[in-house]
């Protein structure tokens, strides 16, 4: 072997050496999670837990003075209107009733009047409001049909229409209430006009609504006074859900959007709507101390009782509220998402590299964004990018 020959030969040992060791020194891609930009639904909604409570409850009292006889009722036991004896009372001899008595009993009446006189135009005007939603939303299903009307318009006429039924039958519970109050009122006021010579007779209360016994206040005999409680009464199948969240997300909450209720007990997920958001904000203390001003939404529950058995008052629910939903918008996942500046970015993956790029972002949840400018549907982009990964830096899908 000339000397040439031993020349070539060492450089190609070397060279062998030299990129036997680059490539042993040479920086490993880095293993990173990868997602997809694509186009799809997307739903913004506030999440807060919530409890059911029964959407009217009525509070029995004692309309005159008098012996109470001993309540046989118990909590959960089935009442019916006009039909149940919820107690019964003895009153006073109305030969020891003084005009101050008296005249307490004829201002009752004339209240009593007047509620009864209020309840009856607030349902006139509740089912003045209920008939012209249902006209609405008749209108517009006729305008769809033609191709005259837009879905969303529809979609905010049935909830109208589902509001206003909602306040229509309040109303007419309201009334309802107000006319057994009358009743009671007036017999109170026989009474206590009556001549000590009349016969004796002990005043029944009747059910005012159709429903069970909540809560008996009041169960052994005893004398007792104008206006004491002594049971409450409602139908646990007719509920509602109560859901306070903070006073910032209540803002972005209206009237009529959709909800949905999860771990309520049962397998199915819950319809729900929002039919009123309370004007007053409360102060809470959260779970670490801070205080925090936080709005009650009040949610229709919109599945039958059939849907929801076993669901009772003051139950704990998860909602979910929608305040903002499209079917077609531009998404990525938010946990590629990083600051840069007063801006938004992200590392896309090209050819085995990380590049960065700056991103417009509009509406955005726990798991996706909505992206208006910076990225194609189709694009790569790094979730969870560490300080490792830098523009240009070589990158790997992890598991490969």
């Known amino acids: 072997m000339n000397r040439m020959s031993q020349r070539i030969l060492v450089m190609l040992v070397v060279l062998s050496l030299a990129a ?120 517009l299903r006729d305008a769809q049909r033609q191709g005259a009307a837009a879905e969303l318009e529809l979609t905010r006429a049935a909830s109208e229409a589902s509001m206003r039924r909602e306040d229509d039958r309040a109303a007419g519970f309201e009334q309802e209430i107000a006319r057994f109050e009358l009743d009671l009122a007036r017999t109170a006021l026989m009474r206590a006009t009556a001549s000590s010579e009349d016969t004796l007779w002990r005043l029944e209360i009747l059910a005012p609504i159709s429903g069970r016994v909540l809560r008996v206040m009041q169960e052994s005999s005893a004398v007792v006074q104008t206006g004491t409680p002594l049971m409450q009464i409602g139908d646990p199948a007719d509920l509602e859900l109560v859901v306070d969240v903070l006073s910032n997300d209540a803002v972005g909450i209206r009237p009529g959007a959709a909800a949905e209720l999860h771990r309520w007990g049962g397998e199915a997920v819950l319809r729900g709507q929002v039919r009123l958001v309370e004007p007053a904000a409360f102060t809470k203390v959260s779970a670490l101390g801070v205080e925090e001003q936080r709005v009650n939404v009040i949610i229709d529950i919109m599945d039958p009782p059939d849907a929801r058995r076993g669901l009772g008052d003051g139950f704990r629910v998860e909602a979910r509220v929608v305040i903002w939903e499209s079917s077609d918008v531009l998404k990525v996942p938010t946990a590629a998402l ?11 993956m090209e050819n085995g590299r990380a590049f960065r790029r700056d991103v417009a972002i509009g509406r955005r949840n726990e798991s996706e964004a909505h992206v208006q400018e910076g990225l194609r549907a189709g694009d790569r982009v790094i979730v969870y990018p560490g300080d490792r990964i830098g523009d240009g830096v070589r990158v790997i899908p992890r598991g490969r």
């Open 20 to 139: 036997m060791l680059t490539f042993l020194l040479w920086p490993a891609p880095e293993a990173v999670e990868v997602g997809v930009v694509e186009a799809g639904p997307l739903r913004i909604t506030v999440d807060e837990d919530g409890r059911t409570r029964i959407k009217e409850r009525y509070v029995v009292s004692a309309p005159l003075a008098g012996k109470l006889a001993r309540v046989t009722l118990r909590e959960g036991d089935m009442v019916l209107a006009g039909e149940t004896v919820l107690a019964s009372i003895e009153p006073a001899d109305p030969s020891l009733l003084d005009p101050r008595e008296r005249a307490a009993a004829t201002a009752r009446v004339h209240a009593a009047e007047a509620a009864s006189l209020r309840a009856e135009a607030a349902r006139s005007r509740a089912a003045t409001a209920y008939e012209l939603a249902q006209a609405e939303l008749a209108r």
């Open 338 to 348: 990083f600051r840069r500046g007063a801006s938004w970015a992200v590392f896309v």
